[in-house]
């Protein structure tokens, strides 16, 4: 907000400068003087400025969302370095980037489950991006290599259900999956797992999310969790385009 202030009577400073035949006649700290006087004179000048630069910072970041989505939708929806659940033909993709010690993940997975469940026709694409601990670098990395074991999906939603995911609960769940655990070990230092990792930082920078879970549903960038009425809205909405 204190940005959004300088930047408002930096802007002011500059109408009084440029747009006033008589600027020549007023030092600087004048006109920032009179700036100032007309926003305690008129505090509704101040609140009107300050949305309108709040609308034209929303709507620049809209447009670079736009363009770095359509950019990037191919990574995003077809990246053959990441799980797909659901239907892998299904004519609306949706694609998550999670946590697994996100507990906003952890309450959105429930409907994440259920809508491909009760919708037969979703892609549903996960991004593992592991922000908020080493616990989360160490399960993600886990998930990714139990794909060469064809128990990714098993590995995800046993993971979600941890109330914390570190290494010592994450071998314990492996095992209790029955994974090779020496396989699992040595897949999870595979160099496809590390590019997924990084793509799915490189993507939500793109994309402007800064946390998770994170949703890409047809043309829309859906930040946090959703219920999963509002999940069913974005995909239909998808389908119509």
């Not at 592991?130 to 128990?151: D, T, V, W, Y």
Request: one cysteine or more; charged letters at 25%.
């Amino acid at each position: 907000m204190f940005a959004i202030l300088k930047t408002t009577v930096l802007t002011l400073v500059v109408i009084f400068s440029t747009a006033t035949a008589w600027a020549a006649d007023f030092s600087k700290e004048d006109i920032k003087q009179l700036a100032l006087e007309a926003i305690l004179e008129n505090p509704e000048i101040l609140t009107q400025a300050i949305a309108i630069l709040q609308q034209r910072e929303e709507q620049a970041q809209a447009a670079g969302a736009s363009v770095a989505l359509e950019r990037y939708r191919d990574q995003l929806e077809r990246d053959p370095n990441a799980p797909v659940l659901g239907n892998p033909d299904g004519d609306v993709t949706v694609v998550e980037f999670f946590d697994y010690n996100c507990p906003y993940c952890k309450r959105a997975a429930e409907s994440v489950r259920t809508l491909i469940e009760t919708d037969g026709n979703i892609r549903l694409v996960y991004r593992e991006w592991p922000i908020l601990s080493e616990g989360s670098i160490f399960a993600a990395r886990a998930a990714l290599a139990a794909r060469e074991q064809g128990k990714y999906e098993e590995m995800h939603w046993a993971l979600m259900s941890l109330p914390r995911a570190d290494e010592n609960s994450v071998l314990f769940t492996a095992r209790k999956l029955g994974l090779d655990m020496e396989k699992l070990q040595k897949d999870m230092k595979a160099p496809e797992i590390e590019a997924h990792i990084v793509l799915s930082s490189e993507l939500t920078q793109a994309l402007g999310f800064n946390g998770t879970p994170s949703f890409v549903i047809g043309n829309e960038l859906i930040p946090g969790a959703v219920p999963l009425e509002q999940l069913q809205e974005y995909v239909k909405a998808a389908r119509e385009e």
